[in-house]
Structure formats: structure tokens, C-alpha cells
């Protein structure tokens, strides 16, 4: 993979994240999305790879653009899976609450999950943790299996949990366990990026969320060298269906580092929408727009934060 390909990257989520911003809070998630997915499909249109959309905004018929299948970039370069979310936290946005990115990762063609639209348990962890949790095991000894890892005492950890009706009884175990408890609206890709990062004080991340953002997850953790665990869960008959129609036999087996990114690279790019523990949201200031973003890369574990100062009037369509 090319290693230009970081600073590409940046590019496709700085236009996302610059023209969803625009929205907050004005309650309008769909205009939002779509201003998105509009910028970043875009800019993808000027990189020098042939990516494939593994992770997208859905299916060919549900999406008008960055739609699973969808072939992206200028058809030179390197053979790429890309999985995208120009929007994570669509709902945020509209609210103009925390920790709304635009996120992009890319690995060599054949080594994303194609994860189907559904439900997925998951488990993740920073650097330190590695190894030493199982999503089979109790919430509590996981918990103290993070504390002896961490250097802290269980009471000291704070756990992240999407705050959801299905998931009281686990938000029940982990305050019986001691640890404290971050509940998030939504976004848990970002929630589980946090892990790896110990400065934003989140040490774990628990419950159930969407599949697709399980995968964006798994290759930030892996560049990060953190870790992440998850298993689907279909809910319907069809949802059954659509998993074997995507080669996964066994929607039931624990997925692993291995089972969601394969090989020893991957590329993860996302930039701020709104403020949040990691990155700055945008920031206007007549016809200037500042961006914040990161990007890693697994092969080499390198991670850059980058700062953005865009003219917006000498690149109107966000593209130049």
C-alpha cells in the first residue's frame, strides 16, 4: 500500500467532516449524512487507487453513492477494500452533542470483513489490554482483567456503553463491579478508538452496536495496537440469509483481530465534526473552515494528529 495513501485519506475526511458541520444542530440528520457523503465521494474521485466499497452507506439500491460494490478513485494505484461512514453520529450532529466524526480505512483488496448491516456484540480494549479480555467471559472479570493490565484498580476504569434498553442488565454489572460508566448517545466508533488512546480516559468498551462500525474499529485498534472483539447477532430470518450471502457461515463465531482485518496493513483516517475527547470539531470562520483529524497506519504504527486551515472560496466543491 502506498504510503501516500495517509495524507489522501485525510483529504476525504476533512471534506466530509467540513460539510456535515454546517448542520449542527439544526435537527436535520439526513441533510447532514448526505452533505457527507457527497464531499467525500468527491474527493475520493481524485485518488490514485482502485478501491472497492466494502463498508458503505448501504446497498446499491438503498444508497446513491458510496453504496457497497461501488468502485472509487482513479482507477490506478493500489487494489484497496475501503470502508467509510462520512457521517458517524448522525444524530449528534443533528443535536450538536459530542464526538461526531468523518471516518475512512482502507486495507488491501480481500482483507475487510464485509460485515452485514446488523447488530454486533462487541469488546474493546487499548494497547496494554491486549489479550487478556474474552467477550465469552463475565463483565466483572474482564473488568478485572483490564485493571490488573492497566495498573489501576477496577474502581478507577471507566467503561463505555451505548445507552440503549438492551443493554441495562450489562450497565447493571458493571457498576456492581465497581467500575465507572461513560453513556454515549451514539458513535461507538469512535467510543471504541478512545480505548487506545489513554488520555481520553476511556478504558473499555462494552454492548452491542452496528457491524460496519465493528470493522472501522477493528482497523483503528489495529494500528493503534489495541484490540477488539466482536460476534453478530441477526436478529431475523433475512438477516440470517444476508450473512451467508456474504460468506459468513457461522454468524455465531467470535470474530477476532484476524477475522475483521487481515494482513499487517491497514489505514485509518477520521476528522472531527463536533468537539469530542480525541479530536476538535470544525471551526468556521467566515470563508475559513479548521479541521482536526488523525491518521494511522498498522504497518509501521505511526498515528499524526494534522490541523486543517481550508480557503474554502479557492476550493468551493471542497476537492482542490
Not at 29 to 40: C, H, I, L, R, S
Not at 90 to 107: D, Q
Not at 263 to 277: L, N, P, Q, R, S
Request: proline share 4%; with cysteine.
Amino acid at each position: 500500500m502506498e504510503r501516500s495513501l495517509t495524507m489522501e485519506l485525510v483529504r476525504v475526511t476533512e471534506a466530509a467532516a467540513i460539510a456535515s458541520a454546517r448542520w449542527m444542530g439544526y435537527g436535520k440528520k439526513d441533510e447532514a449524512d448526505g452533505a457527507a457523503t457527497e464531499a467525500m465521494r468527491a474527493v475520493f474521485d481524485t485518488i490514485p487507487m482502485r478501491g472497492t466499497v466494502v463498508i458503505g452507506e448501504g446497498e446499491m439500491d438503498e444508497a446513491p453513492m458510496l453504496y457497497i460494490g461501488e468502485k472509487l478513485g482513479m482507477d490506478t494505484g493500489p487494489e484497496l477494500d475501503v470502508a467509510v461512514d462520512p457521517l458517524e453520529g448522525t444524530n449528534i450532529v443533528a443535536k450538536g452533542l459530542w464526538n461526531a466524526i468523518s471516518v475512512v480505512a482502507v486495507a488491501d483488496r480481500g482483507c475487510l470483513l464485509h460485515a452485514p448491516d446488523m447488530y454486533m456484540d462487541k469488546l474493546a480494549v487499548g494497547p496494554k489490554a491486549v489479550g487478556q479480555v474474552d467477550i465469552d467471559a463475565p463483565v466483572e472479570d474482564n473488568l478485572k482483567a483490564v485493571a490488573r493490565a492497566t495498573g489501576k484498580d477496577v474502581e478507577d476504569l471507566v467503561a463505555v456503553v451505548l445507552d440503549r434498553p438492551r443493554h441495562a442488565r450489562l450497565i447493571e454489572e458493571i457498576r456492581k463491579a465497581g467500575a465507572r460508566i461513560k453513556l454515549i448517545p451514539d458513535g461507538d466508533v469512535a467510543a471504541a478508538i478512545h480505548t487506545g488512546f489513554p488520555d481520553t480516559g476511556v478504558d473499555i468498551l462494552f454492548g452491542s452496536g452496528g457491524a460496519p462500525e465493528g470493522v472501522l474499529a477493528a482497523v483503528a485498534l489495529k494500528c493503534l495496537g489495541g484490540e477488539i472483539q466482536g460476534r453478530l447477532l441477526p436478529q431475523t430470518k433475512e438477516e440470517m440469509e444476508r450473512c451467508l450471502k456474504m460468506g459468513i457461515k457461522d454468524p455465531g463465531k467470535v470474530l477476532r483481530m484476524e477475522d475483521l482485518v487481515k494482513g499487517d496493513d491497514a489505514i485509518f483516517a477520521a476528522t472531527g465534526v463536533t468537539d469530542g475527547e480525541l479530536l476538535r470539531g470544525v471551526r468556521y470562520q467566515g470563508s475559513i473552515a479548521t479541521t482536526h483529524s488523525v491518521v494511522m497506519r498498522a504497518k509501521t504504527g505511526t498515528v499524526r494528529f494534522m490541523d486543517g486551515t481550508h480557503r474554502l472560496e479557492k476550493k468551493p466543491n471542497l476537492v482542490l
